[in-house]
């Protein structure tokens, strides 16, 4: 994929531009920009098509919010001047893929059997509007979309009615995976396949209209399979939904076709992801996210990775800078699963202490940073829990001292067995990889603070607190374009632990 990197004058931030190979793209899409782009960004001119979306679905649909210059979205300029006033002036943004990047979409399916539509809401509304030519998704996801439309209408599947409550198929998941060991790695992204996730109106799979989800799961093994003519399938699933808020997913998920395990190949480890689990949309935007995190990893430190999900950020600086732990915390039981797999397939040069624990990161925060040379945040869109950037804040090897002195004498004298079982339960609900580390007399404290978020406008919130506790100061940031065509900017930040310096003074003579 040819690489060309934008050189604006202070105190624009170096934007690294990775243009999408055309035999990725889907039909129809957008010309090859030039060989130079403008070398002055901040010049006003009139919009071109060179990073132009030029999606048939636009305004209509509510995915993408601006069509022109997707390679810099406005909510750079506004980054540059933030990290500029912190401190920080060589920002830098990476625009990614800017066509077909999208690795993962849930789609609502409404209308009829005889003219489906499957797609997003129209902005403010419960409309579905229809995406089949949509610029964002991966073409594999769009002809996956195309062969769903298909099925529909062969078999006469009814699309759910919010009104009345009544339909079969609510919503689809389509997951692409680009992970395919026979092929090229530089054919992979083109070749991958598509993981589809039925949303079925029922309980569970006895219900009356379950002949009908088997029906349809075969459709797609009959014509996207390993035996079609394009094996485009993976795998079909269902999940089984009948509540009538805006949750998408239920409960209950049942494997029904094709490969159980779902990989990819992110941050130099294979991971795996169920249909249940989070998994990030753009794949390659994450993978040079990732890389970019192991290079602020010192070799063989200690690693405290909270909001973790399935432990992909923790796994991947592991393997990378040969940790000598890794903690990774989670509140959602769900990701255990794709933990455990994933940790049997990591590297056998691997050897240090790696740990999973279900555990809200907002309960006693402190106990989690303790022991760590570096921590890692990737939070939701809300950002760091208060508790959190209290104890990041206020952290000091005295504090420290004092609360395992106190935790310490409150395990010995709890008598209350709700309490007792809860604490066994957490135990219980932990995985252990490698020899446990044991605590040294005197505890290490965090050095590093790698803050991932998706969410811009809780980050400055809590970067700025964090920056008046005089504890932390900001010493680099990075930005990603991990949905292009919108306002949204996924943000890498590097905060130092400020270390107070000992004091001086004459001797006296």
Not at 98 to 116: I, Q, Y
Not at 132 to 155: D, Y
Not at 229 to 246: E, M, R
């Amino acid at each position: 994929m040819p690489l060309c990197v934008l050189h604006a004058s202070p105190p624009s931030p170096v934007i690294s531009c990775r243009v999408s190979n055309p035999a990725v793209r889907s039909l129809a899409s957008p010309p090859p920009p030039p060989t130079s782009l403008p070398q002055n960004p901040n010049a006003s001119a009139a919009p071109t098509l060179t990073c132009a979306l030029q999606c048939p679905h636009f305004q209509s649909c509510s995915g993408c919010t601006h069509e022109f210059n997707l390679h810099r979205p406005a909510i750079v300029e506004e980054a540059t001047a933030f990290f500029k006033s912190v401190g920080v002036l060589d920002f830098t943004f990476d625009s990614c893929r800017l066509w077909g990047w999208r690795c993962r979409a849930k789609l609502a399916v409404r209308g009829s059997s005889e003219n489906p539509l499957i797609g997003l809401y129209q902005e403010g509304t419960h409309n579905v509007v229809d995406i089949p030519h949509c610029k964002a998704h991966h073409p594999n996801i769009n002809a996956a979309v195309e062969l769903l439309r298909r099925g529909i209408k062969e078999l006469n599947i009814e699309p759910y009615d919010e009104d009345e409550g009544t339909g079969d198929l609510r919503y689809v998941q389509m997951a692409l995976t680009t992970y395919n060991t026979s092929l090229p790695a530089s054919e992979r992204y083109k070749n991958g396949r598509v993981q589809v996730a039925l949303v079925w109106n029922s309980r569970n799979e006895k219900s009356l209209n379950s002949d009908k989800l088997n029906a349809l799961a075969h459709f797609f093994w009959r014509n996207g399979g390993p035996r079609s003519n394009v094996h485009l399938i993976h795998s079909v699933w269902a999940n089984f939904q009948t509540s009538t808020n805006n949750i998408i997913f239920g409960n209950r998920w049942r494997h029904l076709l094709g490969e159980r395990d779902f990989w990819e190949h992110v941050g130099g480890i294979d991971i795996s992801l169920d249909p249940s689990s989070f998994g990030q949309a753009n794949t390659r935007a994450f993978d040079i996210l990732l890389r970019k995190v192991q290079k602020y990893v010192p070799y063989a430190a200690s690693v405290a990775d909270l909001y973790a999900g399935a432990g992909v950020i923790g796994l991947s600086v592991a393997a990378s800078r040969k940790c000598r732990s890794v903690k990774c915390v989670e509140v959602n039981k769900e990701s255990k699963l794709s933990f455990e797999k994933t940790i049997d397939r990591l590297p056998s040069l691997v050897d240090g202490s790696i740990s999973w624990h279900q555990a809200d990161t907002s309960v006693d925060p402190l106990s989690w940073l303790v022991g760590s040379d570096v921590v890692v945040v990737d939070p939701p869109r809300k950002g760091l829990d208060s508790s959190l950037i209290d104890a990041l804040k206020t952290i000091s090897l005295r504090k420290v001292k004092s609360s395992i002195l106190s935790s310490n004498s409150k395990e010995k004298e709890e008598k209350r067995p709700w309490i007792l079982r809860a604490r066994e339960h957490t135990k219980e609900a932990s995985i252990q990889f490698g020899k446990e580390t044991t605590s040294d007399d005197t505890p290490s404290l965090p050095h590093t603070l790698i803050y991932i978020s998706c969410g811009w406008e809780s980050f400055k919130e809590d970067c700025k607190s964090l920056l008046r506790s005089k504890t932390w100061h900001l010493e680099k940031a990075h930005g990603f374009n991990f949905f292009p065509g919108t306002q949204s900017i996924e943000v890498l930040a590097v905060f130092k632990r400020s270390l107070k310096k000992k004091k001086s003074g004459k001797k006296k003579k």
